[in-house]
């Protein structure tokens, strides 16, 4: 018996591209009108953008047409002419195959602007200026905060393939001339999906360096603050240099921990932060190098789900000079934040850690977002991210989270 012949599908039609561009004042309908123009002439739409900026309507859309007949078809006539009566600017622009592949295999990023405390305008051109220079096309700007004009978010593209580390020694000279915050982030559905974010304690989710503040209970302030000088920039082992100004602790009275736990300073903007996190369903932990009797109080404060940190010896109602095994150092935190996230089934694309000493370098860097916060020279060099911001909350403009989104939570916070 002869083999059944086997059909074969025609080779699909090549389609030529032709951009609609349509521009002025906007007002409700200008999309379904052109958009019904165009279903009704049997039209594919590969590609749409809108954006109207007070009140200015840019509406681009994509057609495609078969091969050689993008240039007279009716349904663009339609379109002028129903533009015209919308009192609107309409342009189109036949697409170049080779043109339209290389807008299709370009790398987006997203690049966020944070002033101290305003951008100024000549922080964007000269931002601009570099992206242009090393060949990235800005897509889209928008900004985060409203009534300030304090972030700034643009989706750059370009055919570079690592764009951060392309990009970022070309900008980073602007950021620190200006004194302005930034971070590149790949265009990602990891970016706008994080769902755990874990916190320092000491100067990162309060204003205050506890260890410092107990050595001025006891007496012992200038030599505890010499050692954390050095453990904070990486000068001295965490493990040795915590054990070292514990012992210094000695025969305090747990009163007096109980004291300066009571009065915490929260830093501007955290509880903020926790409460918005919260209402969009991510989980939230505090890991610190520094003592348990403190996490615990602030984890049931701002309602934090995990909260880990070193235990101080108490006998007696006072400290004995020790600190209980294990030592959560910097490699302790990493750890740990990937147990939190593995017992959560959460992807470590999906964290944001957040902190300013040496010793969270480490969980920084196992984060998919690693923030180094008010840091250290060293360990802001050392980073993917820092941000140097008076309040805690702005974090949130990294995941495109803008004013007007916080505006909308408030009212149930």
Known sequence: MPPTPTAHRPAPEPHQRVLVTVTGHDREGITATLTSIIADAAVDIVDMEQVVVQGILSLSIVLAF???QGRGQPVLKELLFAAKELGLALDFEV???????ARRCRTRSVLTLIGNPDLRPQVIARIARVLAD???????????????????????????????????PLLLPVAREFEVDLALQP?????????????????????????????????????????????MNGQLDFAASLRRRVALLEGLEEARLAEISADLPLTPGAEGLIG?????????????????????????????????????????????????PPVIDGEAKAELLVRIASDEHIRLEQVIAIGDGANDLPMLAKAGLGIAFNAKPRVRDAAEHSLNQHRLDTILFLLGITQDDLAALAPTR
């Open 95 to 101: 697409l170049a195959g080779a043109q339209a592949e």
């Open 66 to 68: 078969p091969a050689g």
């Open 134 to 168: 090393a060949g990235f096309n800005i897509e889209t700007i928008q900004w985060l905060h409203q009534d300030r004009t304090h972030g700034l978010e643009l989706v750059v593209s370009s055919p570079a393939r690592n764009v951060a580390r392309e990009l970022k």
């Open 276 to 324: 918005a996190l919260k209402q969009l369903g991510y989980r939230t932990a505090v890991i610190s190098g520094g003592f348990s009797y403190f996490a615990d109080r602030v984890k049931a404060r701002l309602g934090l789900d995990y909260a880990y940190a070193n235990t101080l010896e108490l006998r007696d109602g006072r400290l004995t000079g020790r600190v209980l």
């Open 187 to 231: 265009d990602t559905l990891f970016r706008m999906m994080k769902r755990l974010v874990v916190f320092d304690l000491d100067s990162t989710l309060i204003q205050m360096e506890i260890i410092d503040e107990l050595a001025r209970c006891a007496g012992v302030h200038d030599e505890v603050c010499a050692i954390t000088e050095l453990a």
